[in-house]
């Protein structure tokens, strides 16, 4: 004899959807984040450097956006919820964010985008992670020795005659290239040629071009015999890296929190250019690359939460 189950009604059906719903939205908030990073090598790296700290330290499941975008397009992001936490640099935050004129004081940039953030965003800053990567202003090896080049003042003199290339937000920037062409009276044969920041050093190794802005940390510049000028007017202001994260993330996951703190001051300035060579220069996988600098600097344990 076979019995005929008696529909549930349609007001029951709902609910439970709607609980089912509820639940899942709730394990999504619960146990994920997303880590992003702008478009470069050291982005990716560091990216994953934190994502790989977060799962070692905690049980949240963390997806990558790598290669998002820019500056703007990674603050966006994040202040739209779309991701919860990237890597960001001090004095790119205060001078591109927030519009501020360069300081110079470490401390000062720090406090003051730590502040901004925290007021206008609702995003706090971690403790830095060790190193400065400011813009390097290149010259290729061979023209440096030759003309017995060391700073970007005495390189005014030739530039009337030389070609510059310069990554898209360099051109538009505070802290960039305006500013950078006023302070040292650098003119050029020609309007500087805008192009994406990973050519620009095969640009200039290559002839292309006569002058670049790179990042001071990058393994590219050791590998193709670039030379960096010495800030000698101190142009620049600082550019330390250190994670950025959602509030409302940090107080749902203050393991989050206690898990990046590890991270606060182990990467010198030599040994992200080693990790940037690494990956540019000998082509290592990226991820195996985190991984192994993780297990030899930072101990393999749950740490107890910190608050916000």
């Not at 390097?136 to 017995?148: C, H, N, P, S, T």
């Amino acid at each position: 004899m076979r019995f005929r189950s008696r529909p549930l009604p349609i007001a029951t059906i709902l609910t439970a959807l709607a609980m089912l719903s509820t639940l899942a939205c709730s394990d999504w908030g619960k146990d994920h984040m997303v880590v992003a990073s702008k478009n470069f090598t050291e982005q990716t790296i560091l990216a994953e450097l934190v994502a790989q700290q977060i799962e070692r330290h905690t049980n949240i499941r963390v997806d990558r956006r790598f290669y998002l975008g820019g500056t703007f397009v990674c603050h966006h992001a994040i202040v739209s919820g779309e991701v919860d936490l990237y890597v960001e640099y001090t004095g790119t935050a205060l001078t591109a964010i927030l519009e501020q004129p360069p300081r110079h004081d470490r401390e000062t940039v720090y406090r003051t985008v730590k502040q901004e953030y925290a007021d206008r965003f609702e995003l706090v800053w971690g403790k830095p992670l060790g190193f400065n990567n400011t813009f390097a202003i290149l010259v290729r090896g061979a023209d440096a020795r030759q003309l017995g080049l060391e700073t970007i003042s005495e390189v005014a003199a030739y530039t009337p005659d030389w070609r510059a290339g310069f990554g898209y937000e360099f051109m538009e920037r505070e802290d960039g290239f305006p500013g950078l062409a006023a302070t040292y009276g650098l003119e050029f044969a020609q309007p500087p040629r805008t192009m994406d920041l990973g050519l620009t050093y095969r640009a200039l190794a290559d002839g292309q071009v006569d002058l670049i802005a790179g990042n001071s940390t990058d393994g590219l510049i050791q590998a193709l015999d670039l030379v960096q000028l010495q800030d000698d007017k101190s142009y620049f202001p600082p550019y330390e890296a250190a994670p950025v994260i959602r509030r409302a993330l940090l107080k749902r996951h203050p393991q989050v929190g206690a898990a990046l703190d590890q991270l606060a001051g182990r990467i010198s300035d030599d040994a992200m250019r080693q990790l940037n060579r690494l990956v540019d220069v000998e082509h290592r996988d990226m991820p195996l690359v985190v991984e192994e600098w993780l297990a030899t600097h930072i101990p393999d344990k749950h740490s107890a939460p910190r608050a916000y």
